[in-house]
Each structure stands twice: as structure tokens, then as C-alpha cells.
């Protein structure tokens, strides 16, 4: 009886080493961090780039990895494996944490957008901006230039040229989500 439990124990000690010798992984492997902080690891093939995982049961599921079985398959991933840093996990496993990491995305995605369309409503509210004026210059070719006040709804023109506003018509286009909208005059008077 004794003898059958030290077997049992000799086999499950030595079934993780024996398996990562044999088997190299191939494809994606889901790569869960032991560590209850985050865990940096450095690309071995490429020393610019690192893997970061969040720490063991991070709530955003970001303690669990997809990583290139290249990478997984270097001795310093398999020395890291060995020292109980990261443990390799089946897909199926990794579903939770994947759920979890999907649901934080979305959130911080409609955060961001929100906080877009927050910044679009301050860029409208701001109707004073300045400009220079798009009249006629008072010799020669050009624009008049006289800087004025301008906002979204009024074409940009000194007081001597107010009255050709409606001879403009405004585009708008966005930039950096800013919209910027700018004016050409579709006739000319004479
Ligand atoms: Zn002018």
C-alpha cells in the first residue's frame, strides 16, 4: 500500500517535465500567470518586445495569455513554466478568462467613445474661434485677411464683408474626431 503511494506521487511529480520534453506545443497556447502580481516576459527572439500578464485571478482575466507556441517552446518559456511562473492551460479553460478579458475591452471601448462624443459636444459649444476673412482682398487677387472671430454656423468675414455671408457655404470634415469646418464662397459679385 505504501509502495502503490509513493509510485503515485513519483508519477504525478514527474508527468509535467516529461510531457514538455516530449511534446512541443504548436500553434496558440493559453499561457496562465501563477504570479499573483503582473509578470513581464521577455521575447527571447526579439528583444524589443515583451509579453505582460496581469496577476493570478486578475478580475479583467488578464492573467491569461494567448501566446505563439514559438515563444512557449524557448527554454527561458520552459524555465519559466518549470518554476511554476506560468502554467500552460487548455482553450477550454481559458474560456472564462478570455470572457473576461472580451467584457473589459467592450467596456473600455464604450468608455472611450463616450468620452469622444464628450469631447465633440465641448468642440461645438466652443463657437468662438479665430480666423481671417474670406472677403475680397481690397486690391488684387486674395482675401481680405483681417482676422476675425468665427464659429461653425457664420462664414468668417470682417464687418466690411458681413454682408457677402451668403455667398458661402461651409464643409465639414473630421479630423483627430474634431470637426473642422471650413467655407468657400460660391459666387462671385462683381
Ligand atoms: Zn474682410
Redesign the pocket.
Known sequence: MLCSASRGIRKYRKAPDHQEEIMPFTGTVMVRNLRRGPTVFDNPEDSRKYFVWGGKDSPDGSDVKPIDAKIVNTPEFTAAINRGIFEVIDTHTAQESLAQQLAEYEKRRNAKEEKTSEAIDRDSNRSIDSGT?L?PADRGNGN?G?VVPVSEDEPP??T??KHLAPQFVSSEEWVDSRKVVSWSRVSIDR
Open positions: 476673412c472677403g481680405c483681417q468675414l470682417c466690411k464683408h
